[in-house]
């Protein structure tokens, strides 16, 4: 059996989403958003395999598999709505996306 | 272990950061395949091996490739962060998550220093009793000897009780598996809580186990499996033993065979014979001069001991003969199914005396569990718990199909666009007649003078 416990891959994970998080709020840039938005989705899927083998049960890890999934369909999304908006405005820096604005 | 550990999410952090911090996209994009690349390294040392498989090709293959091709589709390698507004909010960020993490990870990492860590309540052990006894009754049960049948007073049965022995499971008593098939049949494991027992065998009589005839320690540890094996000594007395089974799943293509030995006066061996000549021997005249060809297998099983084998998938003419060459038992054509685990208990007949002893080879079935993790067990999980949440997430894999092909439309921009010019056109028309209805003159004409309905014509000449 493994000898290393589940918390070294919590706290990794939770360093690890951080780090997207803080990727989301300080890069300018559409596409490295959307870049540490996966990496965040990655940290939550490590947590959720670490805690699959503290249980020993499965669904963790089809849990996993779900969030990969769905994470393939939105960068799909995502991206297409990116590659628009760069055809319409030329750019793909978020400040500049105000339209929407309330 | 450990530095394996360190190194390997010392480096998916540092990809991390060097993601964070790289002005050109491309580099943040191979730095984010270095990270994806450490998460599956992750996943195998989190017994994961299927999930690592679908991180490498899906992340790092299909998505990473995706955000690669788009950045350079669109020219985007080095667009700066340089909109001047807003940088406060980088260092707001930071601090805000640099607090999180001592807040969060502060009692992960107090916990970790502890020593005294609780095992997972709901490891789960399993247990179950094979009843090899010659004419083993589960409600009168007789024992043979010499020819008379012996049977015990009253309505008895065979009772493998267990006693736990933790302080914090004594209101766990288990004493359950009684043995109750009348012969010895497919019978499966019960399951019960993981930790130390007292393994009781005995005939019942009323709530406890009197005089039991077999006493033994059991640390049950988690997902490990017992047997507790019950067949006829000697002296015609009844004999328990406790085996360890070995559940895992066997080798990719192989079947696993377990035999038990419960004829008391052989030592049994398994051979694999070509081709069958004589179903009672393995010899090859009647001179018994000459073996049949065959291959040991098993060889010279002790009564009351247990042993398994991997077979490769396939037919095999298999046989159980004793010391003399003797066939007890001849399993021809036997079929070896890939990934079962089964165990055969070799025992004798309760035959008529005077009479060439027979013996029987009981089939016990245990379906392999799959090895945690492996792509057999997720995909059982997945395709029989979860139906309804894969045929949902095929439904979105769908419509994001659809989306995106409607997004990707080369003309989408300018087909837009000719809808808001024909949408304005088409309002703009039935305005101006609308206008010209009303006031009854021609509205694009040159000399256009507005009569409103209701008006007074004169009274605006003054």
Not at chain 2, 55 to 62: K, P
Not at chain 2, 230 to 256: F, N, Q, T, W
């Amino acid at each position: 059996m493994n000898p290393i416990g589940t918390e070294p891959y919590v706290i990794l994970s939770m360093v690890l989403f951080l780090l997207g998080a803080l990727g989301v709020l300080m890069r300018r840039n559409a596409i490295l958003v959307f870049m540490s938005v996966e990496l965040m989705l990655n940290a939550a899927n490590l947590a959720l395999v670490a805690f699959a083998r503290e249980w020993g049960q499965v669904d963790g890890q089809v849990f996993v598999f779900f969030v990969m999934t769905v994470a393939a369909a939105e960068v799909a999304v995502g991206l297409a709505l990116i590659v628009n908006i760069f055809r319409e405005r030329r750019s793909i820096n978020i400040d500049d996306l105000q339209q929407m604005r309330g | 272990m450990e530095w394996l550990f360190l190194i390997v999410s010392f480096v998916a952090v540092l990809a991390a950061v060097m993601m964070l911090t790289r002005q050109n996209a491309v580099h943040s994009a191979l730095f984010l395949i270095v990270n994806f690349g450490c998460v599956a390294f992750l996943y195998l040392m989190l017994d994961a091996p299927f999930l690592a498989m679908v991180q490498v090709t899906v992340y790092t293959g299909a998505i990473m490739v995706l955000f690669l091709f788009v950045i350079m589709l669109l020219g985007a390698e080095t667009t700066t962060d340089t909109s001047g507004r807003m940088r406060w909010l980088g260092l707001a960020a930071a601090a805000v998550a640099i607090a999180l993490l001592v807040i969060f990870a502060f009692p992960i990492a107090s916990d970790l220093l502890a020593d005294d860590k609780p095992a997972p309540v709901d490891a789960r052990a399993r247990l179950r009793v094979i009843n090899a006894v010659p004419g083993g009754d589960g409600e009168t049960f007789t024992m043979v000897e010499m020819g008379r049948s012996v049977p015990l007073e009253g309505a008895v049965a065979l009772n493998v009780a267990l006693d736990a022995l933790d302080e914090g499971q004594s209101d766990r008593r288990v004493d359950g598996v009684v043995y109750n098939d009348p012969r010895p049949t497919i019978r499966g494991y019960s399951e019960i809580a993981a930790g130390s027992y007292t393994v009781l065998a005995g005939v019942r009589a009323g709530e406890y186990v009197s005089a039991p005839i077999f006493t033994q320690e059991l640390a049950a540890a988690p997902d490990s499996a017992h047997t507790v094996a019950l067949y006829e000594s000697a002296a015609g007395m009844i004999e328990a033993a406790l085996l360890e089974d070995d559940i895992s799943a066997p080798a990719v293509g192989k079947m696993r065979l377990s035999l038990f030995n419960a004829v008391t006066d052989r030592l049994v061996s398994l051979v694999e014979v070509g081709q069958y000549r004589d179903l009672r021997s393995l010899c090859d005249d009647s001179a018994c001069n000459a073996l049949l060809p065959h291959r040991v297998l098993i060889e010279r099983l002790p009564v009351g001991e247990q042993v398994s084998i991997e077979l490769e998938e396939g037919s095999y003419n298999l046989a159980l003969v004793d010391d003399e060459a003797t066939v007890l038992r001849a399993l021809p054509e036997y079929a070896a199914e890939r990934g079962t685990v089964e165990t055969r208990v070799l025992a004798r007949e309760p035959g008529i005396p005077g009479s060439l002893p027979s013996y029987r080879a009981s089939v016990f079935n245990a379906i392999a569990a799959p090895a945690y993790g492996s792509p057999e067990s997720v995909g059982q999980v997945l395709f029989i718990e979860y139906v309804l949440p894969v045929m949902l997430v095929g439904v979105l894999l769908l419509v994001a199909l659809i989306g995106v092909i409607v997004l990707a439309r080369p003309d989408a921009l300018a087909q837009a666009e000719r809808r808001r010019v024909n949408r304005r056109r088409r309002v703009n028309r039935p305005l101006i007649s609308v206008i010209a209805q009303q006031t009854g003159g021609d509205v694009l004409g040159g000399e256009y003078v507005a009569k409103l309905p209701g008006g007074d014509d004169e009274g605006g000449s003054d």
